[in-house]
């Protein structure tokens, strides 16, 4: 049955039911309820058809172990963002962060410990971000994060704080402190160059990289000819 024409006949029906009623016309009364439970039913069978495939849809685009968006929500996410930003002008910046030193705590601790770091970082970040922010475990020891009309000095403002709250933090697995540091490396979406998702991405890793060339533990910001 077309949706439009289906819903159209349900409503006639309806209406034929209280003019059955009001004429105590039971036969057509009969007819016209059989009709309408026998497509509510079906009407019920599409909603739960919509419901499930929407739940799936979200399952394969969040990440298990932290229930962040995963790298299948990312493109979705920063299209919004690249949207508003070549329409209107409005700012924002990603960032790549990168855990230092990981392997380290998963070769010391196990993974579990390591899996326990990834879930405790994840609500940091998330507990420090505006609610126009975005998180993404973007594979590994690696967040993305997207900061919604931020400027680039407003996103390194943010960062520093992202990255002095995580320093700060003390990780407990099984009764053992566990301290971590993270390298950050962003940039500011450029309206005038308009670079792609996947070169802005690639410019945020390069800072992310420079941000480990000198030292760990710092927000570097790209520069466009660095």
Known sequence: M??????NKIHSTAHSVYDALAKEDYHSLLLDYIFLVRHSQHINFELNQLVTQKDLIHASETDSLTGLPNRKRLKKILQKLKYYADGYDMPFC???????????????HGHLAGDMVLEQTASILQSHLRKSDSVIRYGGEEFLLSLNGATLREGLNLLEKLRTAISEHIFFYKDTPIRLSVSIGTVQYDTASCPSLQELIAQADKALYEAKEQGRNRVVAYRSGS
């Open 94 to 108: 990603i960032a790549m962060i990168d855990l230092d030193y990981f392997k380290k705590i998963n070769d010391t």
């Open 2 to 7: 077309n949706t439009c024409s289906g819903s």
